[in-house]
């Protein structure tokens, strides 16, 4: 057996024994507690900038992600790979269900439920009774969008083009089950920091019937940052309500859920978490829960829970939870959103400097992610950037992935994580200086 191999079977199993209880005991476990083995991700002492120019810190971090080799995998936005520990402690969590089945459903699974709550609280910045787990932001969303109950007929509801599709399509719904007009804006390309905060302002200026209106922190189609306080804080004082999609926000940027001073949210916990894949959450601010229905029928309060109903619910993915939590927190989110934010500056500022390649990607540093996108200049038509997405993968080994939607046009996307090195967002470099050549 080769020494990766080794390796890799030493993490699954001290990961395993160390994160649960032995699944024939059915005592319900503590916190997950880092593994010993995983004491090579305490980054060193370095300020985060100087930290992402650490390659051998990164590919320890790597190291801990089977990922495959294949391509050069430039679509971390979909959903985040686990860590190979939570990986093994998820499975260990399927097993422990699977035997205890409605035993411990019932009766073991409440308060490991309610402990996994409390760490997602905790990572978020928030209290216990402000958020429920659910399978993930577009779930959430709908429960907000969808049960938002201040309303009236002839009221006007806004979106953006850099929404994500399902939510424009719940707002949408909002004028046949609420009677409403759904106004949709266009945000500036390229944008400032101002010129944000002005397009905002002047749809509110223009529609004063706007009562409730989305916002998407960071968008998937091209990665930029809204500054989501400031428009939030503006539309508040006009009587209008915000519902913030921070699916890519949260865990990609230093920040807590009150920096946006939201008061209605939707979290992704399986994209830049790395908790499995079917794990989110939906915050409503102590004190708001009553302007969101309960769902269908589930009894009026103030209880959040009884805003979503997911029905029998993975059991073992929300186990896993708090593991993954405690080893994006040991990383650290600042070092994790230099990290990416110097692989995303890398490629970028390569591309800028081929003829022919158009990025949508901002200067400004409060408006940037790990997000950014492409497109081959004049090919802005979804059939030409489908055509460029599968040249890419062929010829180069290099998946991203198309997005449509944008008033601009169509693109490619990039998305690097935390395990992506350098070479591999350098082959995207080379590989549109081939494209076009």
Not at 219 to 237: F, T
Not at 247 to 270: E, S, T
């Amino acid at each position: 057996m080769s020494e990766p191999d080794v390796k890799r079977r030493a993490w699954l199993r001290g990961a395993a024994a160390l994160s649960l209880a032995p699944a024939g005991a059915m005592a319900a476990p503590a916190l997950p507690s880092l593994p010993a083995l995983l004491a090579d991700l305490a980054p060193p002492a370095m300020p985060p900038a100087a930290l992402a120019l650490d390659n051998g810190y990164w590919r320890r971090v790597a190291a801990q992600y089977d990922v495959t080799d294949q391509v050069a995998m430039l679509d971390n936005g979909y959903w985040g790979s686990m860590a190979r520990p939570v990986l093994a402690a998820y499975q260990q969590h399927v097993a422990t269900v699977n035997h205890g089945n409605a035993y411990y459903g019932r009766l073991q699974f409440p308060p490991e439920y309610e402990a996994a709550r409390v760490a997602a609280a905790q990572a978020l910045g928030v209290e216990r009774d402000e958020i429920v787990l659910t399978r993930g932001a577009t779930e959430a969303l709908q429960a907000l969008i969808g049960g938002y109950n201040r309303l009236r007929p002839g009221d006007t509801v806004l979106c953006a083009d850099v929404d994500y599709d399902n939510m424009i399509t719940v707002m949408g719904w909002l004028k046949a089950r609420r009677g409403v007009d759904v106004v949709r804006i266009a945000l500036p390309e390229p944008a400032t920091y101002q010129s944000l905060i002005d397009t905002y302002a002047q749809a509110m200026a223009q529609h004063p019937k706007l009562r409730m209106m989305l916002l998407t922190h960071v968008n998937h189609r091209n990665g930029m940052v809204l500054p989501v306080a400031e428009i939030v804080r503006m539309a508040r004082s006009r009587g209008i309500d915000a519902i913030i999609d921070t699916a890519h926000g949260f865990g990609q940027l230093d920040m807590k859920l009150p920096d946006l001073d939201a008061d209605f949210a939707g979290i992704n916990l399986h994209k830049w978490i790395g908790a499995p894949v079917g794990v989110g959450a939906l915050y409503i601010r102590r004190g708001r829960v009553r302007d969101i229905d309960p769902y269908m029928g589930e009894p009026d309060g103030d209880d959040i829970r009884t805003r979503v109903h997911t029905g029998t619910v993975n059991f073992a993915a929300y186990l896993a939870l708090p593991l993954a939590l405690q080893i994006h927190e040991r990383i650290g989110v600042a070092n994790k959103a230099a990290r990416l934010q110097r692989l995303r500056n890398r490629w970028v500022e390569a591309a800028r400097g081929i003829d022919g390649v158009q990025v949508l990607a901002s200067n400004d540093p409060r408006l940037t992610s790990a997000i950014a996108s492409f497109r081959l200049r004049g090919k802005i038509s979804l059939a030409d950037n489908v055509a460029l997405s599968k040249r890419l993968l062929k010829e180069h080994g290099v998946f991203a992935v198309l997005r449509d939607g944008l008033a601009s046009g169509a693109c490619v996307r990039v998305t690097p994580a935390i395990f992506t090195s350098e070479q591999q967002v350098d082959r995207l470099a080379m590989a549109l200086k081939d494209t076009v050549g």
